[in-house]
T-cell receptor, first 112, second 116 residues
Framework: GQNIDQPTEMTATEGAIVQINCTYQTSGFNGLFWYQQHAGEAPTFLSYNVLDGLEEKGRFSSFLSRSKGYSYLLLKELQMKDSASYLCAVRGRYGGYNKLIFGAGTRLAVHP | EADIYQTPRYLVIGTGKKITLECSQTMGHDKMYWYQQDPGMELHLIHYSYGVNSTEKGDLSSESTVSRIRTEHFPLTLESARPSHTSQYLC???????????????FGPGTRLLVL
């Protein structure tokens, strides 16, 4: 089966750095995605990892360790607008097809 | 990013009515998806399509149906709406772009449905 775990909620201070962890179990791993979702809006794509290591994109970075089934999203220089849910999604092999499974999301609250 | 559109954005309707939620994308993506999401809750896949005339049910059982007659269009229909169908419905599409096999899913803005 496929299982994704990430913390339910996190809080952080404006200007700080926060790391959101994601652990997963899947068959036929074929990529891990991070999405940002503001309340009442659709998810927007942030990052993609398929090989081990760190992918940096501006204030956001994402790390993957396939052997540990582990990823994290790192947000630097936090801004109030970063308050949102962050969804970890893993693509694996299921029933002969690649499927993308979403975690429940981590609600991040950024305070002044 | 993919251009993907959903209409209506908001819909309030009475029990028993038939409704169709529209989803269109202009990126030529083969794969399209419908998700259901209640406020503050996780996304649940209810339907997906890997191409024209291909539709499959997702992980969450749904009384809705879908069709895929054209690549760009993936409408979702509820024959008889009920209050339990009240939710947000998100359409997404994916295709190979940039890195081969990345197949990022891009989401439409969603339809918020309220059934009275």
């Amino acid at each position: 089966g496929q299982n994704i775990d990430q913390p339910t909620e996190m809080t952080a201070t404006e200007g700080a750095i926060v790391q959101i962890n994601c652990t997963y179990q899947t068959s036929g791993f074929n990529g891990l995605f991070w999405y940002q979702q503001h309340a009442g809006e659709a998810p927007t794509f942030l990052s993609y990892n398929v090989l081990d290591g760190l992918e940096e994109k501006g204030r956001f970075s994402s790390f993957l360790s396939r052997s540990k089934g582990y990823s994290y999203l790192l947000l630097k220089e936090l801004q109030m607008k970063d308050s949102a849910s962050y969804l970890c999604a893993v693509r694996g092999r299921y029933g002969g097809y690649n499927k993308l499974i979403f975690g429940a999301g981590t609600r991040l609250a950024v305070h002044p | 990013e993919a251009d993907i559109y959903q209409t209506p954005r908001y819909l309030v309707i009475g029990t028993g009515k038939k409704i169709t939620l529209e989803c269109s994308q202009t990126m030529g993506h083969d794969k399209m998806y419908w998700y259901q999401q209640d406020p503050g809750m996780e996304l649940h896949l209810i339907h997906y399509s890997y191409g024209v005339n291909s539709t499959e049910k997702g992980d969450l059982s749904s009384e809705s149906t879908v069709s895929r007659i054209r690549t760009e269009h993936f409408p979702l229909t509820l024959e008889s709406a009920r209050p339990s169908h009240t939710s947000q419905y998100l359409c997404a599409s994916s295709g190979t772009s940039g890195r081969v096999y990345q197949e990022t899913q891009y989401f439409g803005p969603g339809t918020r449905l309220l059934v009275l």
